[in-house]
């Protein structure tokens, strides 16, 4: 099993252009999770899908994240227009159904927005 | 918000010796888990108790957890300098449903 696979591992981009995060979770898990982590404010919840059916996305700080999931398989999180303050380490986690399950993470996508 | 808050924010300890990290949250849980986090990686699953357990080990990891105090530690026994990590607790159910609410962390270093 490779695990959560994010692509991509480091994106640098201008202010104001879109970026897109990429996810694969593990096949057979019903749950996807995308995380934040920054200095500042540790790991924030953005957004959460189950069945790939978003649950809960008052962790999106504004209309300019957006996150889907088409299907099992892959999500995307995507943020148009950039700003500075985006510059994170963005997570990507899965989970198997069940309630006592840990989570599994990725690896990780680092965005710097200059 | 973060659910859980870490006791020390910082531990350095000799090749050996014990370490303790401490985590108190302040809602009713299902579960809590603890999750391991190298510099420049990815968070690493360690252990979860559920809310109806006292203790769990798993290798040289102990956890507890005491819900009436809302607080739970993991021990981590004859540390080595491999266990140079950030360690984070996370608890999960009650009113957050399925979401994972994570703490600000204990950045532990174990020196050779």
């Known amino acids: 099993d490779a695990g959560v696979i994010q692509s991509p591992r480091h994106e640098v981009t201008e202010m104001g252009q879109e970026v897109t995060l990429r996810c694969k979770p593990i096949s057979g898990h019903n749950s996807l999770f995308w995380y934040r982590q920054t200095m500042m404010r540790g790991l924030e919840l953005l957004i959460y899908f189950n069945n790939n059916v978003p649950i809960d996305d008052s962790g999106m700080p504004e209309d300019r994240f957006s996150a889907k999931m088409p299907n099992a398989s892959f999500s995307t999180l995507k943020i148009q227009p950039s700003e500075p303050r985006d510059s994170a380490v963005y997570f990507c986690a899965s989970r198997g159904t069940g309630a006592n399950y840990g989570y599994t993470f990725g690896s990780g996508t680092r965005l710097t927005v200059v | 918000s973060q659910q859980g808050e870490e006791d020390p924010q910082a531990l350095s300890i000799q090749e050996g010796e014990n370490a303790t990290m401490n985590c108190s949250y302040k809602t009713s849980i299902n579960n809590l888990q603890w999750y391991r986090q190298n510099s420049g990686r990815g968070l690493v699953h360690l252990i979860l108790?559920?809310?109806?357990?006292r203790e769990k080990h798993s290798g040289r990891l102990r956890v507890t957890l005491d819900t009436s105090k809302k607080s739970s530690s993991l021990l981590i026994t004859a540390s080595r300098a491999a266990d140079t990590a950030s360690y984070f607790c996370?608890?999960?159910?009650?009113?957050?449903?399925?979401?994972?609410?994570f703490g600000e962390g204990t950045q532990l270093t174990v020196n050779p």
């Open positions: 996370a608890t999960q159910g009650g009113t957050s449903g399925s979401r994972l609410t």
């Open positions: 108790i559920r809310s109806n357990e």
